[in-house]
């Protein structure tokens, strides 16, 4: 790759004060916080989701008077979207981040999950 297009895709950074340049895994695509935000916030969503849909399912349970068929059907809709939050959504949030999972090397994506 050269320094050219390096600097185009925003994948270097300069430390302040020095004149040396660091490219490849210590620099992350959206640097200054745009990358960590965007995590931040589908993680919440995530968490949210997952919690919601685990609430419904232990109220059912747990009180007698919302057990009926309805409330069984909405429980049942309730565990699919839990395990789409449990399974599916964190996949989605490192493709919706990285784009690709083959796009980056393994230590960007290990100092990602560091926040």
């Known amino acids: 790759m050269s320094d050219q297009f390096v600097g185009d895709l925003g994948l270097e950074t ?9 490219t490849g895994a210590g620099a992350v695509p959206g640097e200054g916080g745009r990358l ?11 968490v949210a989701t997952a ?5 419904v399912c232990a109220a ?3 009180e007698r008077r919302l057990q009926n068929i309805t409330n069984y059907f909405l429980m049942s809709l309730a565990i699919a979207d839990l395990l789409v939050a449990v399974l599916v959504m964190p996949l989605a949030m490192v493709v919706e981040l990285f ?3 083959t796009d980056y090397s393994l230590s960007a994506r290990r100092d990602f999950f560091y926040f």
């Open 36 to 46: 960590r935000w965007s995590a931040l916030g589908l993680t919440a969503i995530i």
């Open 60 to 62: 059912v349970c747990v």
């Open 99 to 101: 784009g690709n999972l």
């Open 51 to 55: 919690g919601g849909n685990a609430l």
């Open 14 to 22: 300069t430390a302040p004060g020095n004149d040396s340049t660091v």
